[in-house]
């Protein structure tokens, strides 16, 4: 178990799954860089949170929930969990205030995208899964990821696998941030698109060293070159003593 000040950003996972040191960077040496997709999905996160909930005769729809797990570590806000209305005689699901009945919690992420070859959404759509288990005591065997580009819903199935995968990802977080160790840079196709490419700088910081106190370098290099003073050219030598050349 860890405490409430040890808890890590769900969002974590994610990064940590595209690239380990684009994790560290974020997460250890706290540096940050937009480009279009990252703005764009920030974006969206905030419109979807901004929402009021949404009920329904059978559907009760909480955007931006704060969810979180003692056990892995982590905290997060989910975009949207719709909660179903389970038939009368059900056991399962949980009670919500001020409606009658059990419901059935069903987390939807919302990304920009489309589907991504990792399983980076997964991972972070599961762990709010683990949360919301952890927080309602009650099973939450699945979920969805809205991609935007598409726009259609990917079901996804909190398989033993996914689970599994997800609480190994939750313990290297804590692993990786504890150490403080930024990875060394590996230059990939991926890379390009990356928004901390100017930062990270993965063909030129050197395969040890922090971006951090790399770029701290550059600029302390470049004030100490504007610094020096400007030399200047005496010009051609003039007698002292008024006598003119010999």
């Given at each position: ?103 059935q919690p069903f987390p ?8 991504k070859p990792d ?128």
């Amino acid at each position: 178990m860890y405490d409430e000040d040890d808890l890590l950003p769900v969002s974590a996972l994610m990064h940590l799954v595209y690239c380990a040191r684009r994790c560290a960077l974020i997460h250890i040496e706290r540096l940050w860089d937009e480009n279009r997709f990252t703005a764009q999905g920030r974006q969206l996160h905030e419109r979807s949170h901004e929402q009021d909930a949404e009920t329904r005769v059978d559907l009760r729809a909480v955007r931006g929930l704060r969810v979180h797990s003692l056990r892995l570590g982590l905290w997060g806000q989910a975009d949207v969990v719709e909660f179903g209305r389970l038939p009368p005689d059900s056991t399962g699901g949980c009670e919500l205030e001020g409606l009658s009945g059990r419901w059935q919690p069903f987390p939807v992420e919302h990304k920009r995208g489309r589907e991504k070859p990792d399983l980076s959404d997964e991972a972070q759509l599961c762990a709010q899964a683990l949360c919301l288990e952890e927080m309602l005591g009650v099973a939450v065997p699945e979920g969805a990821i809205f991609y935007h580009q598409p726009r259609r819903r990917h079901p996804v199935e909190f398989t033993g696998g996914l689970r599994r995968e997800t609480e190994t990802l939750a313990a290297r977080l804590h692993e990786l941030l504890r150490a403080g160790v930024t990875p060394p840079a590996q230059y990939e196709r991926k890379c390009r698109s990356c928004s901390l490419l100017d930062l990270c700088l993965p063909q030129t910081a050197g395969q040890r060293r922090s971006a951090k106190r790399y770029l701290a370098s550059a600029l302390a290099s470049a004030a100490a070159v504007s610094a020096q003073p400007e030399t200047r050219d005496p010009g051609p030598a003039t007698a002292v003593d008024g006598g003119g050349p010999p």
